[in-house]
Nanobody, 123 residues
Framework: VQLQASGGGVVQAGGSLRLSCVASGRPYSSTALGWFRQAPGNDYEFVAAINWGDLRTHYADSVKGRFTISKESAKNAVHLQMNDLKPEDTARYYC?????????????????WGQGTQVTVSS
């Protein structure tokens, strides 16, 4: 399983970016695809996830109302629309596929990870 993330960049505070993650194969309906981020010196932080089968979404409190995760089945892809970006959103963003665990917010719940894409928000 390979996950290819793209869409990062540099944006001013209040701006928007759309991240995409394409999986090399069709995810099982029971799995989930999620986004985590890691800022320098910090641990990985859960951002958002979507259940591939029932499309249920999950968000960290810090991004609720600003970020939207969605699925594009035809491309085996998930997208993360990020609006009203803040400097504290600056981090490397990683997409990941959940493996086995019923949870979606823990780093250990995901067994496959992409290489990440950098998001920098200037004030």
């Amino acid at each position: 399983v390979q996950l290819q993330a793209s869409g990062g960049g540099v944006v001013q505070a209040g701006g928007s970016l759309r991240l995409s993650c394409v999986a090399s194969g069709r995810p099982y309906s029971s799995t989930a695809l999620g986004w985590f981020r890691q800022a320098p010196g910090n641990d990985y932080e859960f951002v958002a996830a979507i259940n591939w089968g029932d499309l249920r979404t999950h968000y960290a409190d810090s991004v609720k109302g600003r970020f939207t995760i969605s699925k594009e089945s035809a491309k085996n892809a998930v997208h993360l629309q990020m609006n009203d970006l803040k400097p504290e959103d600056t981090a490397r963003y990683y997409c990941a596929r959940r493996t086995g665990s019923p949870r979606v917010t823990g780093r250990a719940d995901y067994g496959y990870w992409g290489q990440g894409t950098q998001v920098t928000v200037s004030s």
